[in-house]
Antibody, heavy 119, light 113 residues
Framework: QVQLQESGPGLVKPSQTLSLTCTVS??????????WSWVRQPAGKGLEWIGR???????NYISSLKSRVTISLDTSKNQFSLKLTSVTAADTAVYYC???????????WGQGTLVTVSS | DIVMTQSPDSLAVSLGERATINCKSS????????????LGWYKQKPGQPPKLLIS???TRESGVPERISGSGSGTDFTLTISSLQAEDVAVYYC?????????FGGGTMVEIK
């Protein structure tokens, strides 16, 4: 059974960089035809797909965040990460990591982690 | 980017009655090469991550009750709960994975009347 778990600071100051890690267990981040993605959800609002990285390191990002976001794999730790620079209060949200078989639907999700941007 | 529009925003249905949620994409998500609709449905309860219910517009995931079904093709899709149960109270989202960026509908909250 594949499991994903997000980790990282719950509070980030405005203009700083948000950094989150997703640890994968029950499967390898560099095997199979999977994409590893990040999705966020502001309180009381809908889901926003941020982007993803494939097992061979190819990335896709949402246009509105493309200049600020990096998603990467760390195969030695079986993890993937999200970095979002120059954050503002608008980036406050629950951040989820997920697995997409062949870049399709998300079949496994982490429990989510709340990141608040505030001074 | 493909825009996904769900309707209604919320609906209240009596226990045992039918609930119907609509999802419309701004362009077709039907891939002609394999005749598959790149459309999924998720269920989210408060404080929980989304759970995949339906993939390929109509393929029910393992463990999903038969009262939940998906239909539609091209740009118009429907999620139907044939006989609403208390555990179906949640927010439901459609998502297209036809092209990047993947995009979600705004969500539909289903409640008990």
């Amino acid at each position: 059974q594949v499991q994903l778990q997000e980790s990282g600071p719950g509070l980030v100051k405005p203009s700083q960089t948000l950094s989150l890690t997703c640890t994968v267990s029950g499967g390898s981040v560099n095997s199979g035809s999977f994409y590893w993605s990040w999705v966020r959800q502001p309180a009381g609002k809908g889901l926003e797909w941020i982007g993803r990285v494939s097992t061979n390191g190819r990335t896709n990002y949402i246009s509105s965040l493309k200049s600020r976001v990096t998603i990467s794999l760390d195969t030695s730790k079986n993890q993937f990460s999200l970095k979002l620079t120059s954050v503002t209060a608008a980036d406050t949200a629950v951040y989820y990591c997920a697995r997409e078989p062949e870049g399709d639907y998300a079949d496994y999700w982490g429990q989510g982690t709340l990141v608040t941007v505030s001074s | 980017d493909i825009v996904m529009t769900q309707s209604p925003d919320s609906l209240a249905v009596s226990l045992g009655e039918r609930a119907t949620i609509n999802c419309k994409s701004s362009q077709s998500v039907l891939h002609r090469s394999n005749n598959k609709n790149y459309l999924g449905w998720y269920k989210q309860k408060p404080g929980q991550p989304p759970k995949l219910l339906i993939s390929w517009a109509s393929t029910r995931e393992s463990g999903v009750p038969e009262r939940i079904s998906g239909s539609g093709s091209g740009t118009d899709f429907t999620l139907t709960i044939s006989s609403l149960q208390a555990e179906d109270v949640a927010v439901y989202y459609c998502q297209q994975y036809y092209s990047s960026p993947l995009t979600f509908g705004g969500g539909t909250m289903v409640e008990i009347k």
